[in-house]
C-alpha cells in the first residue's frame, strides 16, 4: 500500500500500482472524466501512469494551469505527427506548452513551410486527434535513443539526449509518432476537440542567433469547439486593441531603426502620460515614506559581479563598455538594486533609521534578442518604478502589508479589478539551493501569507517558485480580454545585503544585516503603459488621457467664446484640445471619438448665449447642458473619485 497527500493534506491509502485516473474514479465519476492528467510531487504526469510510492497527488483539469499544459503539450505532439505526414524528411527539435497554447520548432531542410501550409496540417491535426490514440510514455536506454534519433539523423534530438542521464530518458508515442518526451500528457489524442494553428514564425535552436534558424509553428486547442471560437473571438478584439497600433493612432510612441531596435521613442502625448504615471507614483511614495534617489544609467562591471547580475544577465547584456583607462570596464546597467545597496552603504545606520526606503524610475537596459522583442512589451531599455526598503527582520510583515496597500491602490486607480496574488515559496524538497537561514525563510514565508490574508488577496500558493535569496508575491492581473499579465511584484532578499556586506547596528550596539524588499508595483512603465492601454483600448481613465476635453465650435464665429471656455478648463488644469478647424462640428465629433477624448463640449449661439455648455462623453453621447463650473465641478468630482 502507498499514502496519497492530497491538496487538502487529507490522507488516503492505495494499492502500488494505482494511477491518477483510478483514484478520480474512486473520488467521483465526473470528476474523473475532467481529469486531463496529475501532478505527482509536482511534476506533471499522465493519468494513466502507476503511481508506486508514496507522494502528493493533485488531478488536474482545464481549471488548473498545468492542465492546460498538458492538454496543450499534447497538442503539440499531434501538431508533429501531421506534420510528419507531409514532411516525412523535417527534423524535430523541442516542442512546448506555452501561456496560452503551444509551438514546434521544426527543421525543414531544404523544403519550405509558409503559413500557406497551415490549413492542410490543421486538417490533418484534427483527423489524428479523432483516432483516439493513446499517448503511451515509456523508459528507453540512452544507447537506445540514441541509436533511434542517429537513424533518422536528427542532430536536435542527439545534443538532447546527450545532456541527459541513462535512466531519465522517456520516449512517448501516439499514433504514428515517436518523440523523446519527459512526460505530461492527456489519457489520449480524443480529448483534443478543437485545434488552430496560428502563425509561423522563426526561431533560432535553443535561441541561439549562431544556430541555425528553424521554423516555429505556433497553435491552441480546446477541449470544446465553443471556448476555441471565444478565444478566436477574443484576438480579433486584442488586434484591436493592440497597443502598437493605438500608439501609433493616439500618437504615444514610435520606433526607429536608426535609433535602435527595442527602443521606444515618446512623442508629446506620451511622455505627458508617462510623466503623469511617474508623478501619481512619486506622490503616492511621498506619503508612504520613500525617498527618492538617482542612480547613473551605467556601472562598473565589479558592481555586478559582487551583486550576482553580472552571472545571471551577463549573456543578457550589452557588451562592456571600455575606457581610454586599461582594464575599466562599465555596463549599462541591467538593475538598479546595486545602485541602491551603495546609496545604503554610504553612511552608518541605525535600527533607529529602518525602515529606509529608496526610490527610483530608474532606467535599465538588457540586450534582447531581435525576434524577442515586441512593441513596448519587449524591449531593451526600459524603466523601472522602483523601490527598495531596507529593514529589520521584525519589520518585514509591517512593510511587506505597506507595499501590497499600494498595489492594491495603483490598480484601484487604473481600473484593473480581477488579479491574483500568487505566493511563491521555496522548493519543499530541495531547500538546500536556497540562501538565508532556515528562522529567516520560515518568518518571511509566514509573514507574507499572513500580509497577504490580511489584505483579503485571492492567492495562490506556488512552491519552488521563489527566488534563491528569498520569497516573494507576484500579482497576476487579468485585463478586459481575460488575459493574464504579471504587473507589481515584491521581493524579500537575503543575498544583496550579504553579498554587499550591508550592516546597521542594533539596539544590543551589535552589527545586523538589514532585510531587502524589491517591490516594483507597474514593474516596467513600457510593458505597464502596453497592458494598460490594450485594457482600456486606448480610453485611458479621466486622470490619466493626454487629452482630457475637446472643446468643439459648431462654426469660426464662436471661436470667442470656445477660448474662454478653454481658458477656463486650462485655469483649472484640465488638459484640453482646441479644435478651431474650420469643419463641420460632425467631423469635429468624429475626430474626437477617434482619438477616444473623453468629453466633448460643444459651443454655438445657445451655448454663448446663456454661457454654457452642451456636453458629450466618448462612448456614450449627449450629457445634456451645464454651465462651465458645473462641467469643472463635475470633472474634479470624476478624478478625485479615481484617485480616492
Known amino acids: 500500500m502507498i499514502k496519497i497527500t492530497f491538496p487538502d493534506q487529507s490522507i488516503r491509502e492505495f494499492q502500488a500500482g494505482v494511477t491518477g485516473m483510478d483514484i478520480a474514479k474512486c473520488l467521483s465519476n465526473s470528476l474523473a472524466k475532467k481529469v486531463l492528467a496529475a501532478e505527482v510531487n509536482g511534476e506533471i504526469w499522465e493519468a494513466t501512469r502507476p503511481i508506486h510510492m508514496d507522494c502528493s497527488l493533485k488531478l488536474l483539469t482545464w481549471d488548473d494551469k498545468n492542465g492546460k499544459a498538458a492538454f496543450w503539450h499534447s497538442s503539440a505532439h499531434i501538431l508533429a505527427e501531421a506534420v510528419q505526414f507531409y514532411y516525412p524528411e523535417a527534423k524535430f527539435t523541442i516542442g512546448p506548452s506555452i501561456e496560452n497554447g503551444f509551438y514546434y520548432d521544426i527543421d525543414f531542410g531544404d523544403q519550405s513551410f509558409t503559413a500557406d501550409d497551415i490549413p492542410k496540417i490543421e486538417k490533418k491535426m484534427i483527423e489524428l486527434a479523432a483516432q483516439d490514440n493513446a499517448f503511451k510514455l515509456y523508459p528507453i536506454s540512452k544507447a537506445e535513443a540514441l541509436e533511434y534519433y542517429r537513424k533518422k539523423n536528427n542532430a536536435y534530438k542527439i545534443e538532447l539526449i546527450e545532456n541527459l542521464q541513462d535512466g531519465d530518458i522517456t520516449f512517448c508515442d501516439q499514433g504514428s509518432f515517436t518523440d523523446l518526451c519527459r512526460g505530461g500528457h492527456v489519457p489520449s489524442t480524443g480529448y483534443i476537440k478543437a485545434i488552430k494553428l496560428l502563425n509561423v514564425a522563426g526561431a533560432y535552436w535553443r535561441g541561439d542567433e549562431k544556430n541555425k534558424q528553424l521554423t516555429r509553428i505556433y ?61 501619481f507614483m512619486r506622490d503616492a511614495q511621498k506619503k508612504a515614506g520613500y525617498q527618492q534617489v538617482v542612480t547613473p544609467h551605467i556601472g562598473s562591471k565589479s558592481l555586478y559581479e559582487t551583486s550576482g547580475h553580472w552571472e545571471k544577465y551577463g549573456k543578457d547584456s550589452f557588451q562592456p563598455i571600455h575606457t581610454p583607462e586599461e582594464d575599466e570596464l562599465f555596463m549599462l546597467k541591467p538593475m538598479n538594486c546595486p545602485h541602491h545597496c551603495e546609496i545604503y552603504k554610504a553612511e552608518p545606520r541605525s535600527y533607529k533609521d529602518l525602515p529606509l526606503r529608496l526610490a527610483e524610475f530608474g532606467t535599465v537596459y538588457r540586450y534582447e534578442q531581435s525576434g524577442e522583442l515586441h512593441g513596448l ?44 496574488a500568487q505566493v511563491s515559496l521555496r522548493d519543499k524538497e530541495n531547500k538546500a539551493k536556497y540562501i538565508g537561514s532556515e528562522e529567516n525563510w520560515e518568518r518571511a514565508e509566514r509573514e507574507i501569507q499572513e500580509a497577504a490574508k490580511e489584505r483579503g488577496l485571492k492567492t495562490i500558493v506556488e512552491y519552488g517558485e521563489a527566488a534563491f535569496y528569498g520569497p516573494k508575491l507576484d500579482f497576476m492581473v487579468k485585463d478586459a480580454l481575460g488575459r493574464s499579465w504579471q504587473l507589481g511584484t515584491i521581493q524579500v532578499d537575503y543575498n544583496l545585503p550579504e553579498r554587499f556586506e550591508l550592516e546597521y ?16 508595483p507597474f514593474g516596467s512603465l513600457e510593458r505597464f503603459i502596453a497592458v494598460l492601454t490594450e485594457h482600456c483600448a486606448g480610453n485611458f481613465p479621466l486622470w490619466l488621457a493626454p487629452i482630457q476635453v475637446a472643446v468643439l465650435p ?54 454663448e448665449t446663456q454661457e454654457v455648455v452642451s456636453v458629450r462623453e466618448h462612448g456614450k453621447g449627449d450629457l445634456g447642458i451645464m454651465s462651465r463650473d458645473e462641467f469643472v465641478t463635475l470633472m474634479k468630482q470624476r478624478i478625485a473619485n479615481m484617485l480616492n
Open 377 to 420: 512589451t519587449r524591449v531593451r531599455g526600459f524603466t523601472q518604478d522602483d523601490a527598495h526598503i531596507f529593514c529589520r527582520a521584525d519589520q518585514v510583515k509591517e512593510e511587506f502589508v505597506k507595499v501590497i496597500d499600494l498595489v492594491l491602490y495603483v490598480f484601484k486607480s487604473l481600473n484593473f479589478h480581477d488579479f491574483t
Open 219 to 279: 497553435g491552441i486547442s480546446f477541449p470544446q469547439q465553443k471556448m476555441l471560437d471565444e478565444y478566436l473571438a477574443m484576438l480579433e478584439e486584442a488586434k484591436k486593441r493592440d497597443h502598437r497600433k493605438l500608439g501609433q493612432e493616439l500618437g504615444l510612441f514610435t520606433f526607429s531603426q536608426k535609433v535602435g531596435k527595442g527602443l521606444p521613442l515618446w512623442l508629446p502625448k506620451g511622455a505627458d502620460l508617462r510623466e503623469r504615471l511617474e508623478r
Open 554 to 607: 459648431i462654426s469660426d464665429k464662436f471661436n470667442d467664446y470656445a477660448k474662454k471656455v478653454v481658458d477656463l478648463l486650462k485655469n483649472n488644469e484640465i488638459r484640453t484640445l482646441f479644435d478651431d478647424r474650420s469643419e463641420k462640428i460632425g467631423k469635429k465629433i468624429r475626430d474626437s471619438e477617434v482619438m477616444k477624448i473623453p468629453f466633448m463640449l460643444v459651443v454655438g449661439e445657445k451655448e
Open 505 to 520: 547596528t542594533g539596539s544590543d550596539n551589535q552589527k545586523h544585516r538589514p532585510v531587502m524588499i524589491h517591490r516594483a
